[in-house]
């Protein structure tokens, strides 16, 4: 494998380019079809970037415990290695998120920045992670994209509404009245900046405003990664969603709540 082909790092990088700022700035203004969201009340998606164990053998439980599922984006290329930050989820355990009603989402094969890759590139790399999955379990076939480390590029977000369903970024917000379908936005769980009651103003957005809140962690332990968040943060959260009356759902079953069309 040549250091092009070599799977990346997979924690956001410490610090971003200019042109990493302009190519997502650039596509975040982009002109691309909008859609308008029907939802009739409030809805939370919560995902999982990258997928590492104890997204899978901890947050998934929990989400269950309540009757939720959730979306877990992962890069194919990443099945089951060891990084500074955790151990990535193998192939067994994302078959089994899948047999246990979650999404499985796309996130590139190599995680390498989408913004740098041309087209056909990038394409050939959506089409490798599909088929990687196929070979997981019968019928994965994902819909939903992550960007890696969230950054979007105009090139790359023209292609992805030609290959998936909706794109999520890494940028703070509430999803709301006209959306971008590729250049959704989250909010990070991440343990050392988040407190349960951090959440509070912002749950209380997503429903004055009959919103959609994407939520977006790592790993899930006592001792998180800087992108990650203890379980404890985690169960109140999930707390306070269900007090605040929030459906839950992943991300595919959301488009479908917002009357996004399917391909």
């Known amino acids: 494998m040549s250091a092009a082909e070599q799977p990346q790092e997979h924690s956001k990088p410490e610090r971003i380019g200019l042109r990493m700022r302009l190519s997502h700035g650039l596509a975040r203004h982009f002109p691309a079809p909008r859609h308008v969201m029907r939802n009739p009340a409030p809805l939370v998606s919560i995902t999982f970037d990258d997928v590492p164990e104890t997204a899978w053998h901890v947050g998934a439980p929990m989400l269950e ?14 099945f089951g290695q060891t990084t500074p930050h955790w151990q990535v989820a193998g192939t067994e355990s994302v078959s089994d998120l899948h ?64 290959h998936v369903r909706s794109s ?33 103003a912002i749950l209380a957005e997503t429903v004055q405003r009959k ?11 006592d001792a998180p ?20 009356g929030i459906t839950v759902d992943t991300v595919e079953g959301a488009l479908d709540r917002i009357g996004l069309p399917r391909g």
């Not at 309540?66 to 990443?78: E, P």
């Not at 959704?184 to 509070?200: A, G, H, K």
């Not at 919103?211 to 332990?221: A, E, K, N, Q, Y």
Request: hydrophobic share 40%.
């Open 211 to 221: 919103g959609w809140l994407i939520l977006t962690t790592h790993d899930v332990t």
């Open 168 to 200: 999520r970024t890494t940028d703070d917000g509430v999803n709301a009245g006209t959306i971008d379908p590729q250049f959704l936005r989250t909010v990070m769980l991440d343990w050392s900046r988040r407190e349960p009651s951090d959440f509070d």
């Open 65 to 78: 415990a309540r009757g939720w599922r959730g979306t877990f984006y992962i890069a194919t290329s990443l």
């Open 225 to 244: 990664s800087p992108y990650g968040c203890t379980p404890a943060l985690f169960s109140a959260l999930l707390d306070r969603i269900a007090a605040a």
């Open 99 to 162: 047999r246990r009603g979650h999404e499985v989402g796309l996130h590139s094969h190599f995680h390498r920045p989408a913004w740098g890759m041309n087209a056909g590139a990038f394409a050939r790399e959506i089409a490798l992670s599909r088929s990687v999955f196929a070979e997981i379990a019968p019928g994965l076939r994902p819909a939903n994209f992550a960007y890696p480390y969230g950054i979007a590029g105009v090139v790359q977000k023209s292609v992805l509404a030609r």
